[in-house]
């Protein structure tokens, strides 16, 4: 089944619920689902920068501010604040997680220590602070031209990561080889950019390559630990990069009990001092144990809380929600299904001009199938472009094997027609 957007007139809370501020609320194609989920338990009021549009439906109130300043958000936020009780700042955007921080912590409301928040958003710091702790991890030293990542990258032994340092998404991430190869990794990971990313004086980290299998768990965190909700196993792509093609959600997973995962995530988050709020953690599943590739301080992209939601019952948006209201989140999962989402690139760079989907084509278990590039979007592969969907595919059922079996070949299910990019594009 097709699933169509939104509905005009959403569920929202009465007027009895808890207030949150929700700083920035971002695509609608990927994010909409978050604040309908979060709007039919809470009443929002949203900070944003742009105007709002698809997002009044769901909430109180609007204010305009660039909420990038914590100065501006601040003057945007005391005054509802001071006109009735708002119980916490709410965002699942990367790029507004420390504003988002510091606004609470001047607010007096729950919410994670801006410092603990930064030493997510910064690789290099993440990776200081674990090893103080003693938490293994990859070797990574940060670095600021092309000939210190070859000097690191000899140190360590190829083949190495390179990523930049305050990115997420795998964005800017790709494997190198050998030396013939660090200076051309260099400048495209430091020449990678995302709307509000931070920049460092040595911007791009050189890592240890991890082999093994890559997974991530969506967790939220309180006084009484921290709690993995979702548990998502990653596709990537696009070798040597490593462009996310698609994450698979089994609520019955067995890594979610096992010990040396669940332990690893609690010794991370105390290293962090991150006591309150949702991280989105990554890792790969070495030959030695799981070993983390990087933390966020906010849920995960790519609806990996939708397919949470979708295996379990349960939905990991309204805890995280719950938690930055001060309030106990319900973590416990409600049914036993597997969920999963495929993204569909393009083959070559290009220019959209349709994405049909071929409704006549979709499995038993299909969900959800969505043309998202409208167009004349350009789509360029990595290195030139990153994250250039054209659409994706949710698929969800008991049977994992049928989840499976109707994803085998999500491109079939959305055509693309398209027309070559013009070299200078």
């Not at 005054?79 to 990367?94: I, K, L, M, N, R």
């Not at 909700?229 to 490593?242: D, S």
């Not at 959800?368 to 659409?391: C, D, E, H, I, K």
């Amino acid at each position: 089944m097709v699933i169509p957007a939104q509905h005009a007139q959403p569920e929202t809370a009465d007027e009895s619920a808890p207030l949150l501020l929700l700083v920035g609320s971002g695509d609608r194609r990927y994010r909409e689902y978050m604040v309908a989920a979060v709007a039919r338990h809470f009443r929002l009021w949203l900070l944003d920068a742009p105007e709002p549009t698809w997002q009044l439906p769901y909430v109180q109130g609007t204010t305009q501010v660039d909420t990038r300043d914590p100065e501006a958000l601040h003057a945007a936020a005391a005054p509802v604040a001071a006109g009735q009780p708002v119980a916490g700042v709410f965002t699942y955007d990367e790029s507004l997680v420390h504003s988002s921080a510091l606004l609470a912590q001047r607010l007096g409301l729950p919410g994670a220590s801006p410092e603990s928040v930064l030493a997510c958003r910064d690789k290099a710091t993440t990776r200081a602070l674990l090893t103080e702790a003693g938490v293994p991890q990859p070797a990574s030293t940060p670095v600021s031209t092309a000939e210190e990542a070859r000097k690191a990258a000899d140190a360590i032994g190829y083949p190495v990561v390179v990523k930049a340092r305050g990115l997420g998404g795998s964005i800017g991430v790709l494997r190198v080889e050998g030396p013939a190869s660090v200076e051309d990794a260099f400048h495209s990971a430091a020449s990678a950019q995302w709307p509000g990313v931070p920049r460092y004086a040595a911007d791009v980290l050189i890592e240890e390559y991890l082999t093994g299998p890559e997974i991530s768990v969506d967790s939220v965190v309180t006084s009484s630990g921290v709690t993995p909700m979702v548990l998502a196993r990653k596709q990537v792509g696009m070798e040597p990069y490593f462009e996310e093609t698609g994450h698979t959600v089994d609520a019955d997973d067995p890594l979610l009990k096992d010990t040396d995962l669940t332990e690893q995530l609690a010794r991370i988050h105390k290293a962090l001092g991150f006591e309150c709020g949702a991280t989105h953690a990554e890792f790969k599943l070495t030959p030695d144990g799981p070993r983390l590739v990087e933390v966020n301080a906010r849920l995960g992209g790519d609806f990996i809380p939708y397919l949470g939601m979708l295996a379990t019952g349960t939905d990991p948006s309204v805890a995280a929600a719950s938690v930055a209201a001060g309030l106990a989140p319900d973590t416990n999962p409600k049914t036993r299904r597997t969920a999963a989402i495929r993204f569909l690139y393009p083959e070559a760079d290009c220019e959209a001009v349709e994405a049909v989907v071929r409704t006549d084509l979709l499995g038993p278990t299909v969900h959800q199938a969505v043309a998202t590039a409208a167009p004349g979007t350009r789509l360029a592969l990595p290195p030139r472009g990153y994250m250039s969907r054209f659409g994706h595919v949710i698929a969800v059922g008991e049977d994992a094997a049928q989840v499976a079996a109707d994803l085998t070949d999500p491109r079939r299910l959305i055509e693309l027609r398209s027309r070559p990019l013009d070299e200078g594009a």
